[in-house]
């Protein structure tokens, strides 16, 4: 088979074809490189490669196969991490000049698991400096450009990632999500972005333990793909304080279920935010697939009051305790979003933390109790469609201008606040042809259901087999 139907695959098809022995990992490390010489150059997706070390990983998974030894979740499945989790041996700079030449000897939690279960690391997928942004650029590897218009940004922050996904550089990958940074490139590339439950998957090391706002979690190109991905990085680690105790096996049930009557919210705006009317009409054009599934769905939006000032304060906190340090002793060499969003959380009061927890805790009552009367919550995952990669952030939307540099992603972080899983899945294009995401929220922990509404809903529509054309 030719790299390009061996990379078309979904990690599914990959794996059974692996275990009825048709297709070697060997093979598919080399399809999966042959993919990324011809897409790299025009998305620049995966910042660090490492094609030696992967075919000699792959040539050790095919003797273990070939002597009858037990396979791993994801035996022979080439991967690429977020450059933000540490990859022993292998350069990790969180997009800084900071970090230019740093080389860890550990792995973080999220890169050990996929390699425990039989994932072959090829390199690194591509960030803002310290995953500061819904736009994915630095001053180390350029920007992250979108497969389906490279004049367009693939968001972020998970940019390279979903960019990778979507060329089919990858047919699994990793990312993190503070403010939608797993939803926003998975809704700008055609693919899907899991954020779950803070604890479901763990995170080590981590500076930040008790933070709940940035979670670890998977994209891929279909929903039972990101399951999969799922049962490997999920389950509980006691060095990590919120992590779950929950066997991860569970995402591995069949996501086939009935949804007659299940109960739909749908909130096109959230509550009023402003967005890109072509959006809107990319996502209107999809609810009858709701109807059709047997849902009732009803225009109703949680009360997201406090939520802006809630996130700002909590997230200034977070930036505070993982750059604080940083920022005292390489102030010259970091980004300047990145250091307002420090001094923010270094210089704010007792009193607008304590205000902003009270405020959280109000937003979680309050979506606890809206989601007892309805089953599932969806709208937008981003209020704008891609916009150009020469712009750093959206400083408008529908002629609203925006306050600072993440404005723009409220469509995301909202949802960061109250806990509840979220997904992005294919949803349609726009008339000029770029991506448009659905963002379908779950009940608390529930991320299996979550799972299971997003298959019926891709199974229907089946935007994620559009495949971007490479430009001239």
């Not at 279960?117 to 180390?140: C, D």
């Not at 350029?142 to 960019?163: I, K, L, Q």
């Not at 604890?199 to 990101?226: E, F, I």
């Not at 977070?318 to 060499?333: D, M, S, Y």
Request: glycine share 10%; charged share 20%.
């Amino acid at each position: 088979m030719s790299w390009e139907t061996l990379c078309g695959m979904t990690a599914l098809q990959m794996r059974a074809e692996m275990e009825a022995g048709h297709l070697s990992a060997r093979e598919l490390v080399d399809a999966h490189l042959a993919a990324i010489a011809h897409w790299n150059p025009a998305v620049n997706a995966i910042v660090t490669l490492d094609a030696d070390a992967a075919r000699a990983r792959a040539l050790v998974c095919d003797e273990a196969q070939a002597r009858g030894e037990a396979r791993g979740l994801l035996h022979g499945l080439p991967v690429a991490h977020k450059d933000c989790f540490l990859t022993a041996g292998m350069r990790t700079t969180w997009g800084s000049p900071v970090y230019e030449d740093f080389v860890p000897t550990q792995s973080s939690l999220v890169v050990t698991r996929q390699q425990d279960a039989g994932a072959i690391t090829l390199g690194k997928t591509n960030m803002p400096e310290f995953g500061a942004g819904s736009q994915t650029f630095n001053p180390l590897f350029g920007a992250t450009r979108n497969p389906y218009d490279t004049s367009r940004t693939a968001g972020g922050s998970s940019g390279g990632a979903a960019a990778a996904l979507a060329c089919r550089m990858l047919p699994l990958a990793d990312g993190t999500d503070m403010g939608g940074s797993l939803r926003n490139p998975a809704s700008f590339c055609n693919v899907v972005g899991l954020r779950p439950s803070p604890g479901r998957v763990p995170q080590l090391p981590n500076g930040a333990p008790y933070n709940t706002l940035t979670v670890a979690g998977p994209m891929a190109r279909t929903v039972a793909d990101a399951a999969l991905m799922l049962a490997a990085l999920a389950g509980p680690d006691a060095r990590d304080p919120l992590s779950i105790e929950q066997d991860p096996q569970r995402f591995l049930a069949a996501l086939e279920h009935d949804f007659k009557g299940t109960r739909i919210a749908f909130a096109p705006t959230w509550g009023g935010l402003p967005t890109e009317p072509r959006v809107g009409a990319a996502l209107h054009a999809q609810l009858s697939v709701f109807d059709a599934l047997g849902c009732h769905v009803t225009e109703a939006c949680p009360d997201f009051s406090g939520a802006d000032e809630s996130f700002h304060v909590l997230r200034g906190l977070a930036f505070a305790i993982t750059q604080g340090p940083t920022l005292a002793r390489e102030r010259a060499r970091m980004k300047d979003t990145v250091i307002w969003n420090t001094e923010l959380g270094l210089n704010q009061p007792g009193a607008a933390l304590a205000q902003a927890e009270r405020s959280r805790a109000a937003l979680f009552s309050r979506m606890h109790a809206f989601m007892q009367d309805h089953d599932f919550l969806i709208g937008a995952v981003s209020q704008v469609a891609p916009f150009p990669a020469d712009e750093e952030y959206v400083r408008e939307i529908d002629g609203t201008p925006m306050n600072n540099y993440i404005d723009w992603m409220r469509s995301g972080y909202y949802l960061s606040l109250t806990g509840h899983p979220a997904i992005s899945v294919p949803c349609g294009f726009t008339p000029e042809g770029l991506p448009v995401g659905l963002q379908i929220v779950g009940r608390y922990r529930d991320e299996l259901g979550l799972l299971r509404l997003a298959h019926a809903f891709e199974q229907a529509t089946g935007f994620w087999r559009q495949a971007p054309v490479k430009p001239a």
